[in-house]
């Protein structure tokens, strides 16, 4: 809130401008607003948990393979030119 809108507002109250029917419908007005943007965030996250609930989960080891928790799964197999000779 600017300064400028405070002392607009403390002059018309001086005035005698404003009374609680105006302050009322600017509290409504705000209260408006508030509950809009916050259906707009419900809706966001309510599309966001739909998408989440559609995406199939993702697999990390295939049902024929054989892991551990602590090695995870097997390596894939070599080509058959690499081969397994002592190091010189």
Do not use: C
Not at 27 to 44: F, N, S
Not at 53 to 76: W, Y
Request: net charge negative.
């Amino acid at each position: 809130m600017s300064a400028n809108l405070m002392q607009m507002w403390l002059g018309q109250f001086d005035r005698g401008e404003l009374d609680a029917e105006d302050a009322a419908a600017s509290t409504v007005a705000e209260y408006e607003a508030h509950i809009a943007a916050l259906e707009r965030k419900v809706g966001q996250l309510t599309m966001e948990l739909d998408l989440l609930k559609k995406t199939p989960r993702l697999r990390l080891v295939n049902n024929n393979d054989s892991s551990s928790i602590i090695s995870g799964p097997k390596p894939a197999p070599s080509d058959e030119d690499a081969t397994d000779r002592p190091a010189a």
